[in-house]
């Protein structure tokens, strides 16, 4: 029972994925992401986020960036690959959060990488955001060799949003669903739950 504590699990990569290649580098606000992803958490046995927290720079500059990079190995005879969401939460509970949810174009490329706010458990409750506030950059999802891969970047501070702290604990949530289309991820830890981190990265720091 609880909320699974992954902040011990985080670890360094001699061969962390990159960011695409053309879109490595993502200014923002006079702030950027680092060429490679050094930094790693398996969520699941079939999910792995590799990531990035750059603090804001000054600290009161309000561009702080979540750089991530999360694959998910799908079901073999998820011909189209499988949908992936990473959600923020205030308390790890879905209702009132915010997620970004990477669904693939059937394996031909393009795909869909949207912010929604989440009302509900139900699938009809998963609402995207307006326009303008999809602010993601750097945003890629596909699927190949039985993974799909899902990038972004984000602030970590947005307005109307639940912030992601680069120094205390923070709540994620994470769900998976089968086919190219969003739907409900069903049951059991496999599907969706809720963790901590701690990035224990001071403000301003490095």
């Known amino acids: 029972g ?25 200014p923002v606000s006079g ?10 958490m ?12 750059v603090p ?13 990079r999360i694959e998910l190995i799908t079901e073999d005879d998820d011909e189209d690959g499988g949908w992936v ?8 509970g879905m209702i009132g959060s915010q997620a970004i949810i990477g669904i693939p174009d059937g394996g031909e490329g393009g795909g869909s990488v ?14 995207p955001m307006e326009d ?12 190949e060799d039985g993974t799909t891969t899902l990038t972004f970047v984000k602030y970590l501070e947005e307005d109307d949003e639940i912030g992601i702290g680069a120094d205390g604990v923070n709540f994620f949530l994470y769900a998976r669903g089968t ?15 809720s963790f901590t981190v701690d990035f224990g990265i001071a403000a301003g720091g490095t």
């Open 2 to 26: 609880g909320i699974p504590d992954m902040t011990k699990q985080a670890t360094a990569t001699d061969d962390a994925p990159q960011l695409p290649a053309d879109e490595t580098i993502i």
């Open 31 to 40: 702030n950027r992401c680092p060429d490679t992803l050094d930094e790693s």
């Open 42 to 53: 398996e969520i699941t046995d079939a999910i792995t986020m590799y990531y990035a927290i």
């Open 56 to 68: 804001s720079l000054p600290a009161d500059a309000g561009n702080g960036l979540l750089c991530a």
């Open 85 to 92: 969401g990473f959600g923020i939460s205030n308390d790890g």
């Open 114 to 127: 949207r912010k929604y706010e989440m009302s509900s458990k139900s699938a009809s409750g998963v609402i």
């Open 132 to 143: 303008s506030r999809q602010t993601l950059t750097g945003d890629s999802v596909s699927h």
């Open 179 to 193: 086919g190219d289309e969003l739907g409900y991820h069903g049951y059991g830890p496999d599907r969706r739950g």
